[in-house]
């Protein structure tokens, strides 16, 4: 009888330690706060704590969509653009006159727009979504620009900062955004037939439509959600600069990648789950929120950041062969 090989005996190994798909960035965050609580005397102090929350709030919710996206096999690189995009777009509305509720719903639905158009050439036109999505990033950010004319828009009325300002039943609102997003993100994709179908898809796309299921229709729908969500984002940043910038949400792509990956998420798709997300997006906000009281570099930070992601998707891929 052979001998298993070194690479398939660490894959097992490795499954032994982390066998749940949430443990091991449970045990990552864990370990970062406890790492910040060494080093830093302020992490634990109730400011920051909130400050940490409020800072993650964004990424998270943009997260979110993301995480739909990436189950169902594919990426949203234009999250970012959305997000300037429908926060400028809100701007603008309110201060050319729109009532307030209108100019809102507008901007998001906006996103929802983005996010339809992306589905359909993912899901209908059968291109890659890396390359749809790299493309509208593009049209997004530069409709933002040419609707401002590169400016950003200020003189919001002083009511509107309560979306990323404000408090709600004494919670920070941006923080409250951010739990009933996530509540009706595991909602959808633990406690309905959709969300089984979009764990489906990303595991095996193929097999999913000899089933009878409508896969365009659910592709369709994880990038609508990931435009809802940027747009989402994008108010709550809007109403916390009190801005509309066209500027907004560079790199934020990246962020909500970061995120999922490194929530356990398969970049892959077809595995992963909601609440290992909003643990990487935790995780992800305490270690800047560290980083940044102990003074490393920017550069510094995201040659940090970088490791610990590609150390993720690198656990994550042993964990998938290994079960």
């Known amino acids: 009888m052979s001998k298993p090989k070194p690479r398939r005996q660490f894959s097992v190994v490795l499954s032994k330690f982390l066998p749940g798909p949430i443990l091991f960035p449970l045990i990552g965050l864990i370990a970062v ?9 302020t992490f634990l102090s109730v400011d920051n704590l909130v400050n940490v929350g409020r800072q993650v709030s964004i990424n998270a919710i943009i997260a979110v969509g993301m995480t739909c996206v990436i189950l169902s096999g594919g990426i949203d690189l234009s999250v970012g653009s959305v997000m300037a995009l429908s926060g400028t777009l809100t701007a603008g509305l309110m201060l050319a006159g729109v009532p307030a509720p209108l100019a809102i719903m507008l901007g998001l639905l906006a996103g929802v727009a983005c996010g339809v158009a992306n589905g359909f ?51 920070q609102t941006p923080i409250l955004t951010m739990l009933l997003v996530f509540a009706a993100a595991y909602i959808l994709l633990d406690r309905t037939r959709i969300g089984r179908y979009i764990y489906a898809i990303g595991g095996n796309e193929e097999a999913t439509r000899l089933s009878g299921i409508r896969v365009v229709r659910y592709k369709l729908l994880v990038y609508a959600i990931s435009g809802f969500t940027a747009a989402l984002a994008g ?89």
Do not use: H
């Open 33 to 41: 706060c406890l790492a910040m609580i060494v080093t830093t005397d």
């Open 235 to 323: 108010l709550v940043l809007t109403s916390r600069l009190m801005s509309g910038q066209p500027n907004a949400g560079i790199s934020f792509e990246l962020d909500a990648i970061a995120a999922v990956v490194m929530g356990g998420s398969s970049i892959a798709g077809g595995r992963g789950s909601i609440i290992g997300t909003l643990i990487g997006a935790l995780m992800l906000g305490v270690l800047n929120n560290g980083l940044n009281m102990m003074g490393v570099s920017p550069y510094l930070q995201n040659v940090i950041k970088g490791v610990i992601i590609l150390l993720a998707i690198y656990i994550s891929r042993e964990r998938g062969r290994s079960g």
């Open 121 to 171: 050439f993912v899901a209908y036109a059968k291109m890659p979504p890396i390359i749809v999505t790299l493309a509208t990033m593009g049209i997004a950010r530069g409709m933002a620009l040419i609707y401002t004319g590169g400016y950003p828009i200020d003189g919001l009325p002083d009511w509107f900062e309560i979306f990323g300002r404000g408090r709600v039943l004494g919670m």
